[in-house]
T-cell receptor
Framework: EAQVTQNPRYLITVTGKKLTVTCSQN?????MSWYRQDPGLGLRQIYY???????DKGDVPEGYKVSRKEKRNFPLILESPSPNQTSLYFC????????????FGPGTRLTVT | GDSVTQMEGPVTLSEEAFLTINCTYT??????LFWYVQYPGEGLQLLLK?????DKGSNKGFEATYRKETTSFHLEKGSVQVSDSAVYFC????????????FGQGTRLTINP
């Protein structure tokens, strides 16, 4: 089954404690991205990756890092989380030329206290 | 920059009512337009899409027509069901940039039996 998986699904942490949210896809997609969803703001892109070792900033990259060492994985790293990063995070992937076929993961709800 | 504006929610309707969720956009060039649906506790799923002016996207009884002259992509359904209760997002992607989806703020729809 084609899918994008994220872990953990729920996380409560404290300010400053480094964390990683993993994202994996089994469709051999070149393109992967991270979004955050906040009430009244819709989804905003954090980072994206066009392929292995190719990443770039989206609209709201501050406070986040990503890496793309393998095609299937695209982890989101918060080196020093802060309360304003409390949000619902989605990973997405698509084939490089298939802009119309974007697959979303189930989401990770992060709370930073 | 590109932007999407959706009608304010939440929207509450009775079963079998007619649904319209308004969506207008601002974009340079000729974007593709999408409606995504998010059911409770799940990620986003593509509901329908339109890639050029006057295209009509349709799926599961929902329809939306790409209106370039009014820069709109309103979502409609003739007779809603309780199972349609979800959050609906209008989005666009710029075929030139093609690196991200730009989302509206989302409209929460609740259908009462």
């Amino acid at each position: 089954e084609a899918q994008v998986t994220q872990n953990p699904r729920y996380l409560i942490t404290v300010t400053g404690k480094k964390l990683t949210v993993t994202c994996s896809q089994n469709m051999n997609h070149e393109y992967m991205s991270w979004y955050r969803q906040d009430p009244g703001l819709g989804l905003r892109q954090i980072y994206y990756s066009m392929n292995v070792e190719v990443t770039d900033k989206g609209d709201v990259p501050e406070g986040y890092k990503v890496s793309r060492k393998e095609k299937r994985n695209f982890p989101l790293i918060l080196e020093s989380p802060s309360p304003n990063q409390t949000s619902l995070y989605f990973c997405a992937s698509r084939a490089g030329d298939r802009i119309h076929e974007q697959y979303f993961g189930p989401g990770t709800r992060l709370t930073v206290t | 920059g590109d932007s999407v504006t959706q009608m304010e929610g939440p929207v509450t309707l009775s079963e079998e009512a007619f649904l319209t969720i308004n969506c207008t956009y601002t974009a340079t060039g000729y974007p593709s337009l999408f409606w995504y649906v998010q059911y409770p506790g799940e990620g986003l799923q593509l509901l329908l899409k339109a890639t050029k002016a006057d295209d009509k996207g349709s799926n599961k009884g929902f329809e939306a027509t790409y209106r370039k002259e009014t820069t709109s992509f309103h979502l409609e359904k003739g007779s809603v069901q309780v199972s349609d209760s979800a959050v609906y997002f209008c989005a666009l992607s710029d075929p030139q940039g093609a690196q991200k989806l730009v989302f509206g703020q989302g409209t929460r729809l609740t259908i009462n039996p």
